[in-house]
Structures are given as structure tokens and as C-alpha cells.
């Protein structure tokens, strides 16, 4: 690493992460040295979730390095609440940990992390006696968590403080880290925004005349299928090395489904009806799609990049729960829908004479997690889980009556075992 790379690093630049981060902040090695299993299960678990170590001990940094190589070490951020914005956005930080915190941390860490709705925890993976946070880091921590040696030992002292084992403590920090950050955001906010305005305009049947220069929303089914022509054949394509299979191209189709905007640089089928994202960059990349969103707040954050600019044309979009009841009624838990199954939600809700699927892969195909991407970890990102939304798909295909045309071994081998299943079960007695 260069000087340079090292100077934007200290000021709270280091490179973008793509994927979730945990964060293990501490001051002393042995802390960490506790934490190894702890690691070690979590990378396992969730082998796209990145974990990200740092130190106020600036001499801890190349033991960490090489003690924990699959993790990534960076100097915490300035004191400075601009810095560690930065910091905790570059690396799309959703929970951050200290490890037997001795005092008070810096207060512009703990200001911005709760600013931003990073859960923010306590752990000692060396006993309880290692818990001593400050009256300020106490004020804000969500949880005081001693990781336990054995069962015998787990339990509960109060509703914050817990006794949990490695598993335990995996699967806690699994459920965290799907959390939506911007709602919460969103939720935690006194006062709303320029989007929520412009959004709540845009709603409003006696006021929607306002924006409409600017943005159009569709608030049903109907008027989204209108918008559409009533199309008879859709195409729905998620970003798994399936989306390019050959045939699709010679597959005839009366509207494409896609997600997020991976694929708009590739080549192929790169003309949308219909993008389902929740991204800011999808928002600005795609020009002439409607868009699909699953939150408020994410419709509030396309209201002010596509509404207020006047260098695009008129935006279109809804909220996908507006359309399906199937994604409001079923039971994500902690977790929450894709927006592939968002996306099929919504086509299925349409009623397609028929319906093409590809790009669904579970995180399954031999080709890699994406075309041409045989680095990211096959794996769903903490927030979703193979088998919820596996279980969800196969319910929404059986309730489907049209031609269903499954293009993909993974999903096409799934749905063919549930319906063998699904018969079976009609004629044993």
C-alpha cells in the first residue's frame, strides 16, 4: 500500500466494500485472539459478509493482518463525525462490535454510528469481568454479549446482557446484519426530508398533478398492467450466470423484468420495461425503466434523484407491496425478499399467459455468483437465506396458472421436486 492509499485511509477514505461489513473495533490483542472461533464461524456462515478489524493501537495493525488474513484491517476513522460518515459508508459498515471496551470510545464514533443506525454492541469472548463499557457507550449499546465456552454456561442476566454460545452469537450477528439501515434511518428522523415531500405529493390523487412533470407513480396492479400494454409474455431476469444463457434471446417476450443494473454494461437484454432495485446507483444508471421498490424510503430517495433534476425524462415507479399481497404476507422474519423475488412477486400478481424466468440461480450455478464473476463468494448476502426464499418462490410458482418456463438447473430442478412432492401428496391417502 502506498503513502497515499494510507493518507485517505486515515482520513476515513479507504476503497469501497461491495458487500455488508462487521466491524470488531478494540485496543488489545487478546481480545481479538478470543474472538478467532467467532471469526472463523462467522466467515463460514456467511461467506460474502466482509470483516473488517481495526485498532486504536496502530501496532496491532500488521499482527492483525496476519493473524486474521481474511479479514480486512484499517486505522479507525479521525474523531471527527465528516470522517467517520465516510469511513462507515465506504465500508457499508451495518454492525460494529467492541471488544472489551475499557472506558469511553471516541464520542463522534458513537454519535455517527447511532446516527446512522449501525447497531452497536459490546463483546467479551474472556469472561463477563471483561465488560466494562463507559457511561456514554453504555448509553447507546444495543447489547453486552459474553460468548460462553460452553452450554452450560449460556443464559441471561437481563434483556441487554447476554450469555451466548459461538452459535449463538453467529446467528445473533446474522440477524443484525440484515437489517435495513436506511429504513431505520428513515424511522429514526424527527423531521422528513425533500423526497418525503416530493413522495407524499406524488401519493396524494388531489395533489399528484404537482409532480407529474416529473414523476409518475402507480398505486395498483390495474394501472400497472395498463402501463405495461397487458402483456402476455414476461421476462423476468435475475443477474445469475442464467440471465445469458443463449436461448433467452431467441425467446419472444411482451415485457422485461430486471434487477439492480449489473447487466447494462454487458450487452444483452439491456432494454427494461421494469428494473426492481433499491439503490441510488441503478436509480441514476437506468433511464427509461419503470422502477420497482419494496420501501418508502427507497421511493423517497428516487423522488430526489429523478424528480427534482430536469436532465431526464419523466420517472416512473411503485412500491412492489402495492401491487402483491404475497409480499406483505409472508413471514421473512428477520430477513427480507430479494428483488428477484420481489420481481417475480410482481410479474406473478400481473397474470402472464406466460411467464420466463432466468438469472435465478440460488447462488448455485457452476459458472460463478454473476456472468463473468468467478470471485464473489456463491452465496447469499447476510439479509437473505436460500431456503426462506427458495420456499417463497415455489409457493408463488404453485399459485401461478399460466405457462411457467424456468430457464436454470438450480431453480428448474427445485420446482420440478416440488411438484412431484406437491402430487404425491395428492394421492397417498
Known amino acids: 500500500m502506498t503513502i497515499v492509499d494510507r493518507a485517505f485511509e486515515r482520513l476515513g477514505l479507504p476503497a469501497p466494500e461491495q458487500e455488508r461489513t462487521l466491524w470488531l473495533i478494540g485496543n488489545k490483542l487478546e481480545p481479538f485472539e478470543a474472538m478467532a472461533a467467532t471469526i472463523e464461524a462467522t466467515t463460514s456462515r456467511f461467506p460474502r459478509l466482509r470483516i473488517l478489524l481495526s485498532s486504536y493501537d496502530s501496532s496491532l495493525s500488521a499482527h492483525l493482518s496476519r493473524r486474521f488474513p481474511n479479514c ?25 462490535a467492541f471488544l472489551e471496551p475499557e472506558g469511553d470510545v471516541p464520542a463522534a464514533l458513537l454519535t455517527t454510528l447511532k446516527h446512522r443506525a449501525v447497531t452497536i454492541l459490546a463483546i467479551s469472548a474472556r469472561g463477563a469481568a471483561r465488560l466494562a463499557p463507559g457511561r456514554r457507550m453504555a448509553a447507546v449499546c444495543e447489547s453486552l454479549i459474553e460468548i460462553a465456552d460452553t452450554e452450560a454456561n449460556v443464559g441471561a442476566d437481563d434483556v441487554r446482557h447476554r450469555h451466548l454460545t459461538t452459535r449463538q452469537t453467529v446467528e445473533l450477528l446474522g440477524e443484525l446484519l440484515a437489517r435495513d439501515l436506511k429504513q431505520l434511518r428513515q424511522l429514526n428522523r424527527e423531521r422528513r426530508g425533500l423526497g418525503a415531500g416530493i413522495l407524499a405529493l406524488a401519493r396524494n390523487p388531489i395533489w399528484r398533478w404537482m409532480t407529474s412533470s416529473r414523476l409518475e407513480r402507480y ?31 431467441t425467446m419472444k417476450y411482451d415485457a422485461l423484468f430486471r434487477v439492480n443494473h449489473s447487466w447494462l454494461n454487458r450487452g444483452i437484454l439491456t432494454k ?45 415507479f411503485f412500491n412492489a407491496n402495492e401491487m402483491t399481497g ?16 420481489s420481481m417475480l412477486a410482481v410479474a406473478v400478481a400481473l397474470r402472464p399467459a406466460r411467464l420466463i424466468v432466468a438469472g435465478i440461480d440460488l447462488f448455485q450455478h457452476q459458472s460463478g455468483t454473476y456472468p463473468g464473476d468467478m470471485v464473489t463468494p456463491n452465496a447469499y448476502s447476510p439479509g437473505h437465506s436460500r431456503d426462506t426464499e427458495l420456499d417463497f418462490l415455489l409457493n408463488l410458482f404453485s399459485i401461478y396458472d399460466g405457462e411457467l418456463s424456468i430457464v436454470g438447473e438450480a431453480l428448474r430442478s427445485e420446482w420440478e421436486r416440488f411438484r412431484n412432492d406437491a402430487g404425491q401428496r395428492q394421492i397417498d391417502p
Not at 480486512?72 to 460494529?96: E, I, S, W, Y
Request: with cysteine.
Open 326 to 341: 404475497k409480499l406483505r404476507s409472508y413471514v421473512w422474519g428477520a430477513l427480507r425478499p430479494t428483488n428477484g423475488a
Open 272 to 316: 427494461p420495461d421494469v428494473v426492481f432495485t433499491g439503490g441510488k446507483p441503478t436509480m441514476r444508471a437506468v433511464r427509461n425503466a419503470i422502477f420497482g421498490f419494496q420501501t418508502g424510503d427507497a421511493e423517497e430517495r428516487f423522488a430526489v434523484i429523478r424528480g427534482v433534476t430536469s436532465l431526464v425524462a419523466r420517472a416512473r
Open 72 to 96: 480486512r484491517v484499517l486505522a479507525p476513522p479521525p474523531d471527527n463525525g465528516f470522517f467517520v460518515r465516510l469511513f462507515l459508508q465506504r465500508c457499508d459498515v451495518r454492525v460494529a
Open 219 to 249: 398505486s395498483s396492479i390495474s394501472e400497472l398492467r395498463d402501463a405495461l400494454g397487458a402483456p402476455d409474455t414476461i421476462l423476468c431476469l435475475g443477474n445469475g450466470p442464467s440471465s445469458e444463457d443463449p436461448i433467452l434471446p
